[in-house]
C-alpha cells in the first residue's frame, strides 16, 4: 500500500523536507551536474569565456582546500541548513568544555549513509555549532576528489569542507591561536556500506592515519559519536563475499567512490525514495584525549592510543545509547 504525505502539511515541514532533499541532490547529483555544465558550456555555447575564465581561476585556487578553504559564515548560518538540522532532528552535545586557545581533532562514528550527523553539526550553523562552542571554527573533512569539481568545489568550502588529506589536515590542526578543530571521519566512505537500522559497524582498526597526525603534531583527539546516524535509511543487504558487495568494494578501489544501495522515503509518499527517515541524530562529543608530541611514532604508540580512543569510543556509546538507540543496538568495531 502507498502512504502519501498528507496534503496539509505546515510550511516549516515542507521547508524541512525541502532542505533535505537539496542535501541529497546535492551529495548524488550536483558535482557530476557542475562538471557536465562546465564542460557543456565551454564547447558549445557562446558562453564559453565565462567558464573558461572560471577554469584560469580553478588553476590558480588549485592550493586553496589544502591551506584552509574559503569559508562563508554567510552560507554555513543559511536557514536552509537549520531547515534540514531540525528535519530530523540534529543535535549536538558537548560533554566537557574544551578550551578555545587550543586546536583539537575530532574523529566522527559512524559515517552513516550521507554523514548526515558531521555534515549539518560542523559545516554548517544549522544545529548551533557557533553556541555550543563559542571561540571554535570547525573544518569536516571529505574526500579530495570532490575539490577538483569545478563550481561544487568552492559550495563545499563555503561550508568550510577541506580535503582529508595529510597536509590540509596539518594546516588545521597547527593553525596558530588555536580554536580550530579538524574533523575528520575515519570510517570514511567504506563505512558508508554498513550503514541501516540495526547494530552500527564501525571500519576503525585499520584507520590509523588520523591518529599518527594527532600524535606527530601533539593534538587532543576528541572521539564523537553519532547515534543514529546509522539508521536514517535501510540499504540492501551485502555481507562480504556478496556479489553485491565485491562489486561495491571493487568500484571502491577503483573510483573512490562507495556505492551503497539505499533509499527510506520519497517527496510526496513514505513508502520508497532517497529522502532520509525523521528521525533523530545526536551527536556527542567526548572528552580529549591528550596526546603527547612524537615525531616518530612507533606502531606500538599508535596501538596504544588507538586502543585508548576505542575503549573512550565505547564509553560513549554505552554511557548515552539507552537514551537515543533501541535496546538491542551492538557496537561492532572492526
Ligand atoms: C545567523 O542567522 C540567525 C537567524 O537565522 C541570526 O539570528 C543570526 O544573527 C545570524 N548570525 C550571524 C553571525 O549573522
Ligand atoms: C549560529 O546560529 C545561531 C542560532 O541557532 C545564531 O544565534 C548564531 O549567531 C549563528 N552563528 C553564526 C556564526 O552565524
Not at 541532490?25 to 557542475?34: I, K, N, R, V, W
Not at 532532528?89 to 552513516?112: A, Q, S
Not at 591561536?177 to 579538524?182: A, D, L, N
Not at 568500484?251 to 533523530?280: C, D, T
Request: charged content about 15%; hydrophobic content about 40%.
Amino acid at each position: 500500500m502507498w502512504e502519501f504525505a498528507p496534503l496539509r502539511i505546515p510550511m516549516i515541514r515542507r521547508l524541512q523536507t525541502l532542505a533535505v532533499s537539496h542535501f541529497v541532490f546535492c551529495f548524488l547529483a550536483l558535482a557530476a551536474t557542475c562538471t557536465l555544465l562546465t564542460i557543456y558550456i565551454t564547447l558549445f555555447t557562446s558562453y564559453w569565456p565565462i567558464t573558461t575564465a572560471y577554469l584560469v581561476f580553478l588553476f590558480l585556487d588549485r592550493n586553496t582546500p589544502e591551506s584552509g578553504g574559503r569559508r562563508s559564515e554567510w552560507v554555513r548560518n543559511w536557514s536552509l541548513w537549520k531547515w534540514m538540522s531540525d528535519y530530523f532532528p540534529c543535535t549536538l552535545h558537548k560533554t566537557v568544555d574544551l578550551d578555545p586557545k587550543r586546536n583539537y581533532i575530532f574523529g566522527i562514528h559512524p559515517h552513516g549513509v550521507l554523514c548526515i550527523g558531521s555534515f549539518t553539526h560542523f559545516s554548517t550553523n544549522g544545529s548551533g555549532f557557533s553556541h555550543v562552542f563559542p571561540g571554535f571554527t570547525s573544518y569536516l573533512t571529505m574526500l579530495p576528489f570532490w575539490f577538483k569539481m569545478p563550481f561544487f568545489r568552492d559550495y563545499v568550502m563555503s561550508g568550510g569542507l577541506t580535503p582529508a588529506t595529510r597536509k590540509a589536515i596539518k594546516h588545521t590542526i597547527t593553525r596558530p591561536g588555536g580554536g580550530h578543530i579538524c574533523c575528520i571521519i575515519p570510517g570514511g566512505a567504506p563505512e558508508s556500506l554498513n550503514a541501516r537500522p540495526g547494530d552500527v559497524v564501525l571500519l576503525l582498526k585499520q584507520r590509523l592515519g588520523f591518529l599518527k597526525l594527532a600524535i606527530t603534531n601533539g593534538v587532543p583527539l576528541v572521539p564523537v559519536f553519532s547515534f543514529g546516524d546509522h539508521a536514517l535509511w535501510e540499504q540492501k543487504p551485502n555481507p562480504p563475499g556478496s556479489l553485491i558487495r565485491r562489486f561495491q568494494d571493487s568500484s571502491q578501489k577503483w573510483m573512490q567512490v562507495a556505492l551503497p544501495v539505499f533509499h527510506a522515503r520519497g517527496i510526496f509518499q513514505y513508502n520508497f525514495g532517497l529522502i532520509p527517515y525523521r528521525r533523530s541524530v545526536h551527536t556527542v562529543v567526548g572528552e580529549p584525549i591528550e596526546v603527547p608530541q612524537n615525531s616518530n611514532p612507533t606502531s606500538e604508540d599508535l596501538m596504544s592510543l588507538q586502543e585508548d580512543y576505542i575503549n573512550r569510543l565505547r564509553a560513549i556509546f554505552d554511557e548515552h545509547k539507552s537514551k537515543y538507540l533501541p535496546e538491542d543496538c551492538k557496537l561492532i568495531i572492526n
